[in-house]
């Protein structure tokens, strides 16, 4: 049965911080000890350089909590992530980890050099390349900072192992696997493939910052943070997601990685199966949690033969830069893996959009440093209600 451990958290004062960690550790079965003389990779959600504050990546005093439980239990700390546009390096200069990459000595491991992850008992996706250190690591601890997604409804920790794919690649597989479903079902290929595709299993232990996190139109600079004050944990991500959606208040059926993820058989088949220790979820509820709006209700309906672009702008919602926001930094540019976004045309001070290209991925909308991306409806979503 997995073990999800919920503690409340309303600080990253570190000394409270490492105690909660090895608290959540203890009630998870994780002795510490394991980390003497091994490689841990521990890995932040880095999507891009962000404010602490915006709550856009996971706390750099978090990620410093576990680093230094790590050291002192003779392990060997190497942080590995790969953001969505910017550089690794460029990333941690701008943030607050390159303080605690500093002064606590990280290894950083270059997210670049891939190897072929494979996995047979994958839907469909049975090659990955991930980044290489996952393969030379002895253990995997993986930081997800909880957060509402337009695509995943939430990201947590199976949404966060996208990271193990290198920068600009992501961005392409959602042309590979362009509705929410098939989306939610790559990151479950991802997911079974982390934890049963290397040749010795990983022991992976999810830890999450969901002390400080972000409702709304996560997970970038247009979420809005607040707080759920709590540290989650446990060996099984769709459990740890489970429980974190639920203290949310959100709903599971629209959290595509844990509802479908019960059926894939990989440790936690229902919401019975998971035993959650340390406070319940009841006492750690929230109920005015917002979320993104997400997609259409059409969303999953865009398949051959009906993924036409007329039909697509009819029934899914479109992204609109805004002028009175935009910068003209062609950040959306560079991570639309479709090249739907040119430069402005001069009419507008605005990036050119191409909405038959567009395969509404709102990876732009994500990133944009500006929150200057909207949704607006298609016209029949409108009339339709979806
Ligand atoms: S819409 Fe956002 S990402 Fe795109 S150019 Fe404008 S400010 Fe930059
Ligand atoms: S324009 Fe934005 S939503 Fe459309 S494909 Fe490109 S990144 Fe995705």
Same mark, same amino acid.
């Given at each position: 049965? !997995? ?10 004062? /570190? ?16 002795? !510490? @000890? ?18 602490? @504050? ?22 060997? !700390? *190497? ?11 460029? &990333?941690? +200069?701008? &943030? ?29 996706? +049975?090659? *990955? ?29 199976? +949404?966060?192992? $996208? ?14 696997? !362009? ?18 595709? $290397? =040749? ?25 943070? #607040? ?10 991500? *769709? ?25 894939? /058989?990989?440790?936690?088949? =229902? ?24 997609? =259409?209700?059409?969303? /999953?309906? $865009?398949?051959?033969? $009906? ?39 001069? +009419?507008? #001070? ?19 440093? @500006? ?16």
């Amino acid at each position: 049965m !997995p073990v999800v451990s919920l503690l409340r958290c309303d600080t990253y004062d /570190n000394a409270i911080l490492k105690e909660r960690i090895l608290q959540s550790l203890a009630l998870i079965g994780f002795d !510490p @000890e394991r980390f003497r003389s091994a490689k841990v990779i521990v890995k932040p959600n880095l999507l891009m350089p962000a404010r602490e @504050e915006k709550a856009i990546v996971t706390h750099s005093e978090f990620f410093r909590a576990v680093v230094q439980i790590v050291k002192e239990n003779g392990g060997i !700390p *190497i942080l590995v992530e790969s953001p969505a546009v910017h550089s690794l390096e460029r &990333t941690i +200069k701008k &943030t607050n980890y390159a303080e605690v990459v500093e002064s606590e000595g990280i290894m950083v491991a270059d997210p670049s050099q891939t190897r072929t992850l494979t996995f047979d008992g994958a839907k469909k996706f +049975k090659h *990955i390349d991930i980044s290489e250190a996952y393969f030379d690591a002895d253990i995997i601890l993986n930081l997800p900072k909880f957060k509402t997604h337009g695509i995943t409804y939430i990201t947590g920790a199976v +949404k966060l192992l $996208f990271g193990a794919i290198p920068g600009l690649e992501k961005s392409k597989m959602h042309l590979r696997a !362009p509705s929410h479903e098939e989306f939610a079902e790559f990151l479950l290929d991802l997911y079974g493939a982390m934890n049963y595709g $290397f =040749s010795t299993p990983k022991p992976m232990i999810h830890l999450m910052d969901a002390i400080a996190v972000q409702e709304g139109e996560g997970p970038g600079p247009a979420g809005i943070p #607040r707080r759920l004050n709590a540290v989650l944990a446990g060996d099984n991500g *769709i459990a740890v997601d489970y429980v974190a959606v639920m203290v949310a208040k959100l709903q599971i059926s629209k959290a595509l990685t844990v509802a479908n993820g019960f059926s894939r /058989n990989y440790g936690v088949s =229902s919401p019975e199966d998971i035993q959650v220790l340390g406070e319940t979820i009841d006492a750690m509820k929230v109920h005015d949690f917002v979320p993104a709006t997400g997609g =259409s209700i059409f969303s /999953n309906m $865009f398949r051959w033969p $009906f993924n036409t672009p007329t039909v697509k702008n009819l029934f899914l919602d479109r992204p609109i830069p805004r002028e009175d926001r935009c910068t003209l930094c062609y950040q959306c540019r560079k991570i639309c893996a479709s090249g739907a976004i040119s430069a402005s045309s001069g +009419k507008l #001070r605005v990036p050119d959009y191409d909405y038959i290209k567009c395969i509404r991925c709102y990876c732009c909308l994500e990133i944009c440093p @500006e929150a200057a991306i909207e949704k607006k409806k298609g016209f029949l979503q409108w009339i339709m209600g979806g």
